[in-house]
């Protein structure tokens, strides 16, 4: 299995949907999808052992990745929708009582050196935020910029609130597994999530009950492939996800269909699936 499938916790969360040990999950023999992709499910260079699997949070994905050339491919659903299965009450609070926005920044990934890290106007950004939001803003930074002293600060030093839920882990070190429990456990009790660039977090915290924002500087990443697009293709294909403003039903529509709703599997089918079952 690819190390990458752990991510997050998603294996951990699948082994528990499935009955199975959470804390040492089963292997999943191919590549799970571990964040909402513009292309076929994975990045443009990722490289794959002949014959694996690739496991897809939405048909979409498998479509693009099948218009490649690629085959073997299955869709499973998001993680996080199983999860919120596995949670009906974690973090819940009456509606009424849900209130201020959950701002993510763009993040960067563990490239090395300069690798994959995000350069832009955070100054500019800062302003923006203010100027649109209207109740009490949380920035959520991955830890590749929480940790970077100059990004945090500068929130931090405009007032404000600065959390990290966590690393997704690196060749099986360092995985927070509780990382998505913690995501789900915080969106449910704000009433917007925003971010600078569609992702992953703003379906999750829309699937999680929140209102959306996309907007402002969608910054730099150090060795950002163009491959599929960038974001004008993201404004051509999900305008109704992009705004200040977002219609609230058109984007939980377009949540379902980029988280997979329609694909949940039963556990069991999900046990066969991945060959989880109890060998005689």
Known sequence: MHHHNHYYGQT?????????????????????????????????????????WRYTWTDANRRRGHALGRRNYHVVGAPFLYLMELEPDLGVVPEQERRGTLWFLFHGWEGGGKGGRIEGDHARLISEIKETE?????????????????????????????????KRGWNYE?????FLYKQLETFRRFKRVAANRLSTAVFFGVAAGCEPAVYGDAMELEGDNPVFGGQARIARLWP????????????????????????????????MLFDWNPRD
């Open 12 to 52: 951990h969360i699948l082994a528990r949907y499935c009955g199975l040990d959470d804390e040492h999950p089963p292997r999943i023999r191919g590549y799970l999808q571990h964040g909402w992709n513009v292309g076929c499910g994975w990045n443009p260079v990722h490289e794959f052992f002949d014959g694996a």
């Open 134 to 166: 209207t109740e009490p803003v949380t920035i959520s930074l991955y830890y590749t910029e929480f940790e970077r002293a100059e990004v945090r600060r500068a929130y931090e030093k405009a007032g404000f609130e600065v959390i990290c839920f966590g």
């Open 174 to 178: 360092g995985t927070d597994r509780r």
């Open 240 to 271: 109704e996800m992009l705004g200040k403003d977002v219609d609230l039903a058109a984007a939980r529509a377009t949540t379902d269909v980029e988280l997979g709703r329609a694909h949940l599997m039963r556990a069991a089918e999900m046990r």
